[in-house]
């Protein structure tokens, strides 16, 4: 990479950017964008915001701190992410996934650019997410530290779910020592909206599991042996779908606040894990005996799974 790096109309004098391509995901993301681009812009050498048609200023503030601005109708976020993975025309092999409301710490730039500047044997890498909730880090609850994997060879990335979606990588996957933070600062009123939107993906993924198994059938991906993001759906293909709705709110709830030690996030962590971890799930659960009802009553077909959400958020 030469010394000189230009971006939009600027130039970075005697500065190395690393030969990463950053890609952001947005729709409606005015609040959040500028700190995204900023955050990412002088550090990689390519940042591009893939937009499903905002209706706010969210591609022309993107525009303006220097971002490539490229769009997709959103059906879900298992096709938008691999449109992103396969058909943009990125600068780079390696891409770095953020989503509008994260923003990567300068320890972990600084440890992405040492590793970059040496030859890589990995093809991906998982990087530990810090959540912030009113402005307060939730350090506790089984929330601290979750891994995911976000920068990965787009050679050898593929996106497998339509929803509860992540990166699969085809090859070594390592790990960093810090963190990239997720801070939303939208209004806890949009966070309902959102997680009631959720919740009904999430009770159709319910219904279609038991279906799954009725059928004998199961999910190939969940493996207790195989990384963090298998050993994830394992558990929850093998204990949590497994547990009587209505009631296994109330057991996250328990195992999550007390034995996670939840309730030492103070009131912002009493609030978020009381929501996520109790209201959401009971909210899903309400949802799923609902959609299972007129099944068991009169034969209807299972609900068709639509597009356009993807794994629930925090």
Request: glycine share 6%; net charge neutral.
């Amino acid at each position: 990479m030469i010394s000189a790096v230009v971006q939009s109309d600027r130039v970075l004098i005697n500065k190395v950017a690393v030969s990463i391509s950053v890609v952001i995901l947005t729709y409606n993301e005015s609040i959040h964008i500028r700190r995204a681009i900023e955050n990412v812009i002088n550090w990689c050498d390519e940042v591009v915001v893939l937009d499903s048609n905002s209706t706010d200023d969210t591609t022309a503030i993107a525009e303006a701190c220097g971002a490539k601005v490229y769009y997709r109708q959103f059906d879900n976020y298992k096709a938008q992410r691999n449109h992103a993975i396969h058909e943009l025309p990125l600068s780079n092999e390696w891409m770095l996934f953020m989503d509008a409301d994260e923003y990567l710490g300068e320890e972990l730039k600084a440890e992405i650019a040492e590793v970059f500047a040496k030859p890589i044997s990995c093809d991906g890498f998982l990087i530990k997410r810090r959540f912030i909730f009113n402005d307060q880090w939730i350090k506790h609850g089984g929330y601290y530290p979750i891994w995911i994997l976000r920068l990965f060879k787009r050679s050898a990335a593929n996106v497998d779910r339509e929803i509860n979606e992540h990166v699969a990588v085809n090859g070594t996957v390592g790990r960093f020592e810090h963190h990239f933070s997720d801070h939303n600062l939208k209004s806890i009123a949009d966070w309902i909206d959102k997680h009631n939107r959720y919740s009904k993906l999430e009770a159709t993924q319910f219904f279609f599991h038991a279906l799954r198994k009725k059928n004998g059938g199961r999910d190939e991906m969940a493996k207790f042996s195989g990384d963090s993001v298998e050993r994830k759906r394992w558990i929850r293909e093998h204990i949590w779908n497994e547990l009587p709705p209505l009631l296994r709110p109330f057991i996250y709830f328990f195992f999550r606040y007390f034995l996670r030690l939840g309730f030492l996030d103070g009131k912002a962590g009493l609030i978020y894990h009381f929501l996520h971890g109790f209201w959401y799930p009971f909210l899903t659960d309400v949802k799923y005996l609902e959609m299972k009802a007129p099944t068991l009553k009169g034969g209807e077909k299972a609900p068709a799974l639509k597009g356009g959400e993807s794994e629930p958020r925090p």
